[in-house]
């Protein structure tokens, strides 16, 4: 039983934010080469892990503020499932034994950025979650890692309209997560610190104005890469035998455009009118509409540039 509560503790639904690290293959046209693609799976299984050891670490620092959310309270560790000194031996194990097979396994690079990202993460969980604005830019920072990890693990060159449009998305999810966490408490009767302290911190007019800019900002730092992308990269091979030769060097990822429109828009609805959002992987998952747009938008950009 412990075995089952120490997975939930691992939270597995959060390790689609790991994905990030297959991006510059995607984009590269290079998905599909085994090579590439094992490099990246290895970095994508090496941010799960010390992904992983960091959620111990944030439900050990704030266990007793867990136990009065209405849903933290269910954490293995906040409801005493999963005993604290078995977490912290699960800690010690994930961190000694990924962070020198990172250098190791995948290479130097890849395994410095790995240490940046766990001295970034410990940050956040001691100081920098409680600082506000910069507990967003900490969350956003932590997807750039990501890509540039995966970058690093080929090794690929990583557009920077592409870190720009991933800072965009990132930024988003973080102050939705914060305007959702605060309609929840609310709907809940309970005090905005009592679990989080920042909220008191982030007015409902601020946190919309971020949300606003940030949906703006994804949307046009995302146009302006699929425009820029080369026409080398702009259609898959295997596509080009299927369509007219003047539309082989056209940039058929500005057709991905729409489904980031749309996906945003649904986003902002999941939050201002469903009230949910507090677990942005949870609503990819479970937000039928959602998912099936970004289900749909990770085939067209493949079929397009693989």
Known sequence: ?????????????????NTVVFAPLVFQGVLFNPLYFSKAFLAFLFFCGVASASYLINDLWDVDRDRLHPVKKNRPIASGDLPKPFAWMAIALLYGILIPSSFLIVGKYFGIVLVMYVVLQLAYNFKLKNVIIVDAL?????FILRAFAGALAIPLSISS?????????????AFGKRRAERTLLESQGM????TRSILRHYPDTLLDSMISMSASFSIITYSLFAFQVSPETSIGR????????????????MLT????????????????????GESPERVLLDDKPLFYTAIFWIIFVILITN
Do not use: C, N
């Not at 309209?161 to 999810?173: K, M």
């Not at 005090?191 to 009592?194: I, P």
């Open 138 to 142: 900490t969350i956003s920072i932590g």
């Open 238 to 253: 295997d596509l080009q035998s299927y369509i007219p030769s003047t539309l082989i060097s056209a940039k058929l990822l």
């Open 191 to 194: 005090s905005k610190a009592s």
């Open 257 to 276: 455009i729409p489904l980031v429109i749309y996906g945003v828009g649904r986003y902002l609805y999941v939050i201002y009118e469903k009230s949910e």
């Open 1 to 17: 039983m412990i075995i089952y509560h120490f997975v939930r503790a691992l939270r597995p639904r959060q390790w689609i934010k």
């Open 161 to 173: 309209w592409l870190i720009l449009a991933i800072t965009g998305v990132s930024l988003l999810l």
